[in-house]
């Protein structure tokens, strides 16, 4: 079951390889002007090298800016960064400042192909003025502690950066932006993923504004003033297509799950809580599939794309997917036949070098036998090295995508 999961996770993730994608999307592509490239998220090294194999000649320059140690070497014509994720740093600043003069020239006939993937948002910011970049970070870090959507959060940020909520678009004009994307945002949300660089915002200064009182954020006169800004509403310069999402990865999982032999089903591409809390629904799910045969009969694959977030009390080393395959244990343990993954397709959960975490129903007694709380370790979000001690982590290294996280529930 164990290389059946892993199976199935990995040709999900194949299936929103961001290569093939940005190859179809670009079969019949046509520009009579001057052709320049630019790449953000942790998909940005792969996107840019299949815009490179699919134009040639044809486009001029490009820049790259992607996570640490996710770029995979030189891209004739690009000139590749690497920057701080999921908090921005020096070197995000940096990037964004030579991205910005790669466009400031451009015609009215040129054409800027903006590929756009997750971890967009950190990675492609420059402040709006008299809000540091010291600030940027507190306020992230303020809001991933108060337990904010991924959503809150970049509503926030969209209203105290200079290229987020379609700034960057109306810096290219009157050159036009071709954006494909890469989603890793539930619903597929535009002016969400990346927080929206070159798409219409739908949040105003007012949402910022709640946002930062709901959750009790507290902020500098500095920065309060700054998020009165409004956001760009609409832009005519834009033309927009998401060519990967999870519901594409749940797909192939399902497929790849019935080709092996289990009945399998998509219970939703849109799981949204605390991961925790979904551990413990998922682990319900399998003791009613192994006492009821509901909601399938067995053997049979569950399949969830989405991503929770984690309540942060400890000081432990750990990352959503993890703390939801713990968590998860508790319910299954001593089930026979039950398997669970739970992976980031990016391949890197939270701040760890594990993609996430895959559990059955003896992970609690390796647990113990290890002298391992596993009540304790969630709460002080150590899950990392709990389930390192056991091996179930579940690492992939970098994958060069990322569409939000992929959970698969197996039972036989």
């Not at 891209?75 to 030579?98: C, L, M, S, W």
């Not at 002016?191 to 949040?203: F, H, M, Q, R, V």
């Not at 899950?383 to 970098?398: F, I, Q, R």
């Amino acid at each position: 079951m164990r290389e059946d999961a892993l199976r199935i996770v990995e040709e999900a993730i194949q299936a929103v390889y961001p290569e093939n994608a940005v190859k179809k999307a670009l079969e019949n592509f046509k520009s009579t002007g001057n052709i320049k490239v630019l790449a953000i998220g942790k998909a940005a090294w792969r996107m840019a090298k299949a815009a490179r194999e699919s134009l040639g000649d044809r486009m001029s320059e490009g820049i790259v800016i992607t996570k640490y140690r996710y770029s995979m070497g030189d891209i004739e014509g690009f000139v590749t960064f690497e920057a701080g994720h999921p908090i921005p740093d020096k070197n995000t600043i940096e990037a964004t400042k030579r991205a910005l003069d790669m466009v400031k020239d451009l015609k009215g006939d040129d054409l800027l192909l903006f590929l756009v993937s997750g971890g967009g948002s950190s990675l492609f910011e420059l402040p709006a003025e008299n809000v540091e970049l010291e600030d940027l970070i507190d306020i992230t870090n303020q809001l991933v502690r108060s337990r904010a959507t991924i959503s809150e959060i970049n509503g926030v940020r969209k209203h105290l950066s200079r290229v987020k909520g379609g700034h960057f678009a109306e810096m290219v004009k009157p050159a036009k932006v071709f954006s494909l994307v890469l989603s890793d945002v539930l619903g597929d949300r535009l002016d969400t993923i990346a927080s929206g660089p070159a798409y219409p915002d739908l949040t105003t200064s007012k949402d910022a504004r709640n946002i930062i009182e709901k959750h009790d954020i507290k902020l500098p006169s500095t920065v309060l003033s700054a998020l009165k800004q409004e956001t760009a509403k609409s832009l005519e310069n834009v033309e927009t297509r998401v060519v990967g999402s999870i519901s594409i990865a749940c797909e192939a999982a399902k497929m790849t799950a019935e080709k092996l032999g289990y009945t399998s089903m998509i219970l939703t591409t849109s799981l949204d809580c605390e991961a925790r809390e979904a551990g413990a629904f998922l682990s319900a799910i399998s003791r009613e599939i192994v006492s009821g045969e509901r909601p399938v009969k067995r053997p049979c694959a569950i399949i969830l794309g989405g991503e929770t977030v984690v309540q942060v009390k400890g000081r432990g080393l750990g990352g959503r997917n993890q703390e939801l395959a713990l968590s998860a244990a508790r319910g299954i343990e001593g089930l026979e036949n039950i398997m669970i993954a739970s992976v980031a397709t990016d391949g890197t959960d939270g701040p760890t070098d594990a993609a996430g975490g895959i559990v059955d129903g003896k992970t609690m007694a390796r647990l113990r036998k290890k002298g391992i709380d596993a009540e304790e370790v969630l709460n002080n979000n150590d899950s990392y090295h709990a389930l390192e001690a056991v091996g179930d982590l579940l690492k992939t290294g970098p994958t060069g995508t990322n569409v939000s996280d992929l959970v698969v529930i197996l039972c036989r």
